[in-house]
């Protein structure tokens, strides 16, 4: 007896490949859409309840030139999330996760408010809660992407600048977006591999020092 079995359709084997794939979320920031509004940064103070005088995202700017010959240039900062976090290596009560998806969050249980995941952060993009006195930082707003949503961030860019989705889906926007232009990473030398794209990315304001106000 020869015993014949029909292979599923091809929709069907792609469909349970990408439900099987593992996921890597990634965010995409388009600097030259960015025009300094900080919506952005408003929209996540709004939508993680951050306290005065702290932020998880913001937006440096610079001026670079002489008049009547300068320019101004913004750069939106958000955690990198990165493939290779050392926050999460440094922290004495692993308090500092990695999900599977590549997000880094930080376990308000366990979190003591050593400071080590922020002195071994070579972002600056952590805080101390001047509330709860734990340490928070951006989560790519994990509560809205576990519900099938976006970051506030991104939903709130009025110019598309901000774009966020699964890098390992070459449908998605994202991985088209990162196919198709010349990214860039803040400080890939460090080798942490961030997951926060730029396009268009300026070293200066990089670089540059910027106060961060309540």
Known sequence: MILRIKNPPKAEIDRMTRETKKKRYAMLIDLRKCIGCNTCAVACKSENNVPLSVWRSWVKKIEKGKYPN???F????VCNN???PICVTVCPVKAS???PD?????DPHRCIGCRYCMAS???GVRYVNPITKIVEKCYWCHHRVDAGLEPACAVACPTGAILFGDLNDPESAIARGVAENAVQVIKAELGTQPHTF???LDQDAVEAKEEKKG
């Open 97 to 99: 996760i990695q999900r």
């Open 102 to 106: 590549g997000i880094v969050y930080i």
């Open 121 to 123: 952060c070579p972002y």
């Open 70 to 72: 300068c320019r101004v």
């Open 74 to 77: 913004f750069l939106p900062i």
């Open 198 to 200: 730029y396009i268009d």
């Open 82 to 84: 990165c493939e290779k």
